[in-house]
């Protein structure tokens, strides 16, 4: 079984600036995939990065990138340059090379102007 | 660019009724799930679809809950007899047909279920 962490349920940010949020999960498979996913407000889920776990180096999509701890299994998404259309919800979620994804519990993000 | 539709957005039921929640998803994906999220929790899978069969289903999907892909373009997920515990947004997915879920599903906008 495997199980995603949010610990943060809300986080705001200035905008302009590097927020980081939070992710930490637990599985037992050696080979699974890593996800951020952003969903504004009545809209639907947008993938925004993915990592896969073999890989060490940190998947980069423009302004985001994570930051992948597999020892520690921690995901971290940086958010840089934060703009006001990055207010959303953001689901960490992982997958282990079956169909099902598992999500943490969300983190709002909130940018101020 | 493509997206994942789902209609209706809100649906009202009565207890003991059933619903069908429909979905389009992107046209050259293969694979089709169906996740939930109830009121201040978490999104939980329940279903995965791929080549006219289930693939994998969790605990949550029992025998009230069957799916379908009637037609080459639609996925459905219907509720045979509604719960006020079934009351939840219900969000659909689909994903490439290379690497499948691998590289990331694509979710639709959810529909709204409320068991009255």
């Known amino acids: 079984a495997q199980t995603v962490t949010q610990s943060q349920p809300e986080m705001s940010v200035q905008e302009a600036e590097t927020v980081t949020l939070s992710c930490t999960y637990d599985?037992?498979?050696?080979?699974?995939?890593l996800f951020w996913y952003k969903q504004p407000p009545s809209r639907q889920m947008i993938l925004v990065i993915r990592?896969?776990?073999?890989?060490?180096q940190n998947a980069t999509e423009n302004r985001f990138s994570v930051n992948f701890q597999k020892a520690a299994k921690s995901f971290s998404l940086k958010i840089s340059d934060s703009q006001l259309g990055d207010a959303a919800m953001y689901f960490c979620?992982?997958?282990?090379?079956?169909?099902?994804?598992?999500f943490g519990g969300g983190t709002r993000l909130m940018v101020k102007p | 660019e493509p997206e994942v539709t789902q209609t209706p957005s809100h649906q009202v039921t009565q207890m003991g009724q059933e619903v069908i929640l429909r979905c389009v998803p992107i046209?050259?994906?293969?694979?089709f799930y169906w996740y939930r999220q109830i009121l201040g929790q978490k999104v939980e899978f329940l279903v995965s679809?791929?080549?006219?069969?289930?693939?994998?289903k969790s605990e949550i999907f029992d025998d009230q809950f069957s799916v379908e892909r009637p037609d080459g373009s639609n996925f459905t997920l219907k509720i045979r007899s509604t719960k006020l515990e079934d009351s939840a947004m219900y969000f659909c997915?689909?994903?490439?047909?290379?690497?499948?879920?691998?590289?990331?599903?694509?979710f639709g906008p959810g529909t709204r279920l409320t068991v009255t």
């Open positions: 997915a689909s994903s490439r047909p290379d690497r499948g879920s691998i590289m990331g599903q694509y």
């Open positions: 599985t037992s498979e050696s080979d699974y995939y």
């Open positions: 990592q896969e776990a073999y890989k060490q």
């Open positions: 979620a992982c997958n282990n090379a079956g169909n099902m994804l598992t």
């Open positions: 046209s050259n994906h293969l694979y």
């Open positions: 679809f791929y080549n006219n069969e289930i693939s994998e």
